[in-house]
């Protein structure tokens, strides 16, 4: 069965920072994954979609890495904003649904 | 972009009542839609998949005669749960495949909470 873990849980950084989340996996035979971000109460905002024959993908400030065979993916933001601040949540997609991760809890300080 | 909407966005409902939730997709025809229910502080769950047409397929552990899945069209799921319980206060998210491809859609969530 596929287990997502993110961490750290929680991440509090100030503004300006750069900071890395991490996502791994425990069934490398993934097709995609894909990171979320979800703002208090709200739905989820897709940010970036690796498929499994991709290393990485550029957003913006945002830069997504996948390594399937150790069963990671590093979510990177560059020069952090308080309005980063919110979940990033971190999904396998084996089959058509997705197995999410809980998400990591940021935090940006002006 | 695909837009996928969720009707309505918050909910207060008493003990005992059965509660309707609409997902919709805006611009775009989906087969399967996919129902989610997230906890505070806990990561999505996946709760049923919805194929038009045909029977919702249920995950482990949830009762498929306490929420009701109808899936009548190619751009309208719904999601009723039954006899509500302060239990099944939740945020409940849907998603949709459309266009062909592997990705989907997420609605915005709706808000249950249950007195």
């Known amino acids: 069965k596929q287990e997502v873990t993110q961490i750290p849980a929680a991440l509090s950084v100030p503004e300006g920072e750069n900071l890395v989340l991490n996502c791994s996996f425990t069934d490398s035979a993934i097709y995609n994954l894909q990171w979320f971000r979800q703002d208090p109460g709200k739905g989820l905002t897709s940010l970036l979609l690796?498929?499994?024959?991709?290393r990485e993908q550029t957003s913006g400030r945002l830069n997504a890495s996948l390594d399937k065979s150790s069963g990671r993916s590093t979510l990177y933001i560059a020069a952090s904003q308080p309005g980063d601040s919110a979940t990033y949540l971190c999904a396998v997609i084996m089959n058509t649904p997705l197995v999410f991760g809980k998400g990591t809890r940021l935090s940006v300080i002006a | 972009g695909a837009v996928v909407s969720q009707h309505p966005s918050r909910v207060i409902c008493k003990s005992g009542t059965s509660v309707k939730i609409e997902c919709r997709s805006l611009d775009f025809q989906a087969t399967t839609m996919f129902w989610y229910r997230q906890f505070p502080k806990q990561s999505l769950m996946l709760m049923a998949t919805s194929n038009e047409g045909s029977k919702a397929t249920y995950e482990q552990g949830v009762e498929k005669d306490k929420f009701l899945i109808n899936h009548a069209s190619l751009t309208l799921s719904t999601l009723t749960v039954t006899s509500a319980h302060p239990e099944d206060s939740s945020f409940y998210i849907c998603?949709?495949?459309?266009?062909?491809?592997?990705?989907?859609?997420f609605g915005p969530g709706t808000r249950l909470t249950v007195l």
């Open positions: 998603s949709a495949l459309g266009g062909g491809t592997d990705t989907q859609y």
């Open positions: 690796i498929q499994s024959s991709q």
